[in-house]
């Protein structure tokens, strides 16, 4: 059962939407449809195929977790999110770029802070200047 | 061709050759840039245009908006980080060829089927468009809901993965798309009381999550032990004799798709490239080749793509009815230069219609010089270490989603997305029949109730004429042909190793 992970995670989600869509949302008439459902129609497919793969799915290969990596990811997308409307984008992206780095097992963190401080002026560059969002360089909370 | 030898006396004047080379070098140089379209595009640049001359102007932004259609190819296939949902096709086949050392292959034979579909798509709409524009007309909600049903279960047989497994994507791409206000009736759903969910989840943070974030984790480890050398020389990029014959065909058909498609509102480049790469994989004597960098695979919606990109342009101009987000823009910096597109401006402004008509085969050819010797440039970034790589795309990816409402809400819908779609793609899952979903969802849903409405909820209007009923029926043939595949294919295995084990 523990290699139809995949296909259980979207049969209980199959089965929430769904239940959520019939018990919060109007079904409407045959001439007017309400807004349940072709939100159930969806769950109810997904649900279906999904239970079908329960049953009768082959066992999923599945590729390794590379947890480093995919910690190192997150990390500095949420480092991003954390900081990015408190310091600047300057800052923020230095230090997500950092974190993302350290997803990855080999050294050279001196000349990666030079390289990300240089692509951190260069992103606020294109994104300020060139394409005119409001993004501040540097902010002092 | 009075008409068109006017367009072309128009299209050639210096000016709006400059402004045709302008716009399809910032329009490629912001496709390629994940996270920001061509619709960021023209609606950065629509102010540049309000001194200028109409046509010069509109030549600008066209210039921009297919410009930004070939850039988009770029990440897709360099990067595995489609510009458009139409380009998530091309990622199918384009960056697994990338993967395999022959990433300046597939930019020239992407850009050269973008090419030869632009210039078809070009020549179509300057010959039919008053046949193009009847045709547009006669598809009313039912016929949509059909052609996009047959869409998703086209979808299904995308790439190597289980066409179940395409299918419970496609369907959750449809869902995702059901998030915020209904507007028919404007009630909340699964919005769980955020109003940072109200507008509904923006196609970016589906985008990004789904395809540059998985892609960079599922990467890093790959490419620590190995990274490939690309070579970028002028052999590397050319085709061989096979794969020129291979991509010829490919190329008209999916111009021709693209052509019929285009011009039909709100997705015709998505089904045009999704409908393309379903009849190419049918149609190809080396179907195992899917997945692994067909040059069929990238040729046919490449062409399909900027085919479908110009006839686009044909119920904008001649009906007033924007079909995209972009389409709409382009209206809009139509009337502020105080042109009202409908079916009076072909008679009305000859000189703006005919102009940009042959201004498009000027734009191509444009897109043509400036892309090919660029394609070393691109792959050169693919020799920089990818562990200085990725960081950089994640802040792209991040900037880019941030950048859509200037909100971190946009940033958690990519980073929840991503995180499930890392999970999902990790147990054989594709991401992009989830997207295709995910963009096709509103107008399925749209189509269909007012199918309902007008049928009276009789749900025999969906076969009311024999548009439904064909594509219905290609539905059904499809599906059955996708269903039985794999037990036909045990089927005949076994009896061949009877027959094996009885000849032993």
């Given at each position: 059962m ?94 997500s ?9 080999k ?35 | ?24 070098f ?11 379209g ?20 509109i030549?600008?932004?066209?210039g921009?908006?297919?410009?930004a ?31 395999s ?11 050269f ?11 179509v ?37 289980d ?59 790959r ?6 050398r ?114 009076l ?113 009789d ?26 595949r ?7 295995s ?11």
């Amino acid at each position: 059962m523990i290699y139809r992970l995949s296909w259980i995670f979207l049969m209980v989600l199959g089965a929430s939407t769904g239940y959520i869509a019939y018990t919060t949302l109007s079904m409407g008439t045959a001439i007017n449809i309400g807004s349940a459902v072709y939100p159930l129609i969806l769950s109810g497919v997904i649900f279906v195929i999904s239970l079908y793969g329960v049953i009768f799915g082959d066992q999923e290969s599945s590729k390794e977790l590379d947890l480093r990596g995919f910690s190192g990811v997150v990390a500095s997308v949420v480092a991003f999110i954390l900081t990015i409307e408190h310091i600047g984008i300057v800052p923020s992206v230095i230090l997500s770029m950092v974190i993302a780095y350290a997803g990855q097992s080999k050294g050279g963190y001196v000349f990666f802070l030079v390289y990300a401080s240089l692509f951190a002026v260069g992103t606020w560059l294109l994104f300020n200047l060139a394409l005119g969002l409001p993004l501040p360089a540097i902010k002092i909370p | 061709m009075e008409d068109l030898l006017l367009g072309l006396h128009t299209a050639i004047q210096p000016i709006n050759i400059l402004a045709v080379f302008a716009g399809v070098f910032v329009g490629t140089g912001i496709g390629v840039i994940p996270g920001i379209g061509p619709l960021a595009a023209i609606a950065l640049l629509m102010p540049v245009t309000f001194s200028m001359d109409p046509t010069t102007g509109i030549v600008l932004l066209a210039g921009v908006y297919y410009g930004a259609e070939y850039g988009g190819s770029k990440s897709s296939i360099l990067l595995n980080l489609p510009g458009t949902p139409a380009a998530a096709i091309t990622c199918l086949e384009g960056y697994p060829m990338a993967q395999s050392g022959r990433a300046s292959r597939a930019l020239f034979l992407s850009t050269f089927a973008s090419f030869i579909g632009g210039l078809i798509g070009m020549l179509v709409v300057a010959v039919m468009t008053p046949a193009i524009v009847s045709v547009a007309q006669a598809f009313g909600p039912a016929e949509y809901f059909a052609l996009i049903i047959l869409c998703f279960v086209a979808v299904s047989t995308i790439g190597g993965a289980d066409p179940r497994k395409n299918f419970v994507m496609v369907s959750l791409g449809a869902l995702l798309a059901t998030v915020g206000l209904d507007i028919y009736d404007g009630v909340e759903r699964y919005t769980f009381g955020t109003s940072h969910l109200l507008d509904g989840i923006h196609l970016v943070p589906v985008a990004m999550g789904l395809f540059g974030f998985s892609e960079i984790i599922l990467s890093i480890r790959r490419n620590e032990h190995e990274q490939i050398r690309h070579r970028v020389d002028f052999k590397s990029m050319m085709p061989t004799l096979l794969e020129w014959k291979r991509s010829f065909w490919p190329m008209i058909r999916g111009a021709a798709s693209g052509c019929f498609f285009g011009p039909l509102p709100g997705t015709g480049p998505s089904m045009a490239t999704i409908l393309s790469y379903a009849v190419e994989k049918k149609l190809c004597k080396y179907p195992g080749e899917f997945g692994n960098g067909a040059v069929e695979g990238i040729t046919g919606p490449e062409s399909s793509n900027n085919a479908a990109a110009q006839s686009a342009f044909v119920p904008t101009l001649s009906l007033g009815i924007p079909g995209t987000p972009t389409m709409a823009v382009m209206i809009g910096a139509l009337m502020i230069h105080g042109i009202v597109p409908g079916p009076l401006l072909m008679s009305s402004e000859p000189v703006l219609f005919w102009g940009l008509v042959a201004s498009f085969g000027i734009g191509n050819l444009a897109a043509m010089i400036i892309n090919v010797p660029l394609i070393g440039l691109w792959v050169s970034f693919l020799n920089v270490s990818y562990r200085l790589l990725y960081p950089a795309v994640i802040i792209l990816i991040c900037v880019g989603c941030y950048s859509l409402q200037n909100n971190v809400s946009d940033v958690v819908v990519m980073l929840v997305i991503g995180i499930v779609s890392y999970g999902l793609r990790s147990r054989g899952f594709e991401p992009a029949p989830l997207l295709i979903g995910f963009v096709l969802s509103p107008m399925l849903e749209e189509n269909f109730r007012r199918a309902m409405i007008m049928g009276q909820g009789d749900m025999t209007f969906f076969f009311g004429n024999a548009i439904c009923i064909v594509t219905h029926v290609l539905t059904v043939v499809l599906l059955v042909s996708m269903l039985l595949r794999r037990p036909i294919a045990r089927f005949v295995s076994a009896r061949l190793m009877n027959r094996g084990n009885t000849k032993s």
